[in-house]
């Protein structure tokens, strides 16, 4: 029973370079989440996707595009990375109903230099 | 949505139960209270939920005051396990969690 699974695990990219974060679920819920975390810091949204199909920003969505590919998948996409996107980012899903449990996946760990 | 309040940090020993506080005074009535927990550069795992009744399962208990607007989650015999950053959080009943803030939350430290 996997859960909410995510790849990479590790990252390092230069500036200016592009990458995608893959999360996948096997839970079929409805809803899914990109977060990052800094140190020290919460949980910030950057990017959901209540159902297959629909994507809204969160808190911080600048510099970065998402897409849900299918009910299962939810990329999220650095195209040009900068050192302030430095940060774990976590994938996150839910059935979006009234059970109100966010599943997590154990995070990607991205350095930009 | 409301905001929560929870204080910074906190020590427990091993063993004894560990209270932690949360204010959200501007609760809504439609609004449950959750609460989840982050162990150090794992993903947040879910704890316990409720609206205005306590609440009990495997992992804790979640007492409401009887005006919703604050919270303690105990955990009644902390151990080392426990050691991390526990989230309050409030969120409408049946909302999806796309507008949903995770704050700063509370840095348990459980103590042999």
Known sequence: NAGVTQTPKFQVLKTGQSMTLQCAQDMNHNSMYWYRQDPGMGLRLIYYSASEGTTDKGEVPNGYNVSRLNKREFSLRLESAAPSQTSVYFCASSEGGTTGELFFGEGSRLTVL | ?112
């Open chain 2, 1 to 112: 949505d409301a905001k929560t309040t929870q204080p910074p940090s906190m020590d427990c020993a091993e063993g004894r139960a560990a209270n932690l506080p949360c204010n959200h005074s501007t609760i809504s009535g439609n609004e449950y209270v959750y609460w989840y927990r982050q162990i150090h550069s794992q993903g947040p795992q879910y704890i316990i939920h409720g609206l205005k009744n306590n609440e009990t399962n495997e992992m804790a208990s979640l007492i409401i005051t009887e005006d919703r607007k604050s919270s303690t989650l105990i955990l009644p015999h902390a151990t080392l396990r426990d050691t991390a950053v526990y989230y309050c959080i409030v969120n409408p009943l049946g909302a999806r969690w796309g507008k949903l803030q995770f704050g700063a939350g509370t840095q348990v430290v459980v103590t042999p």
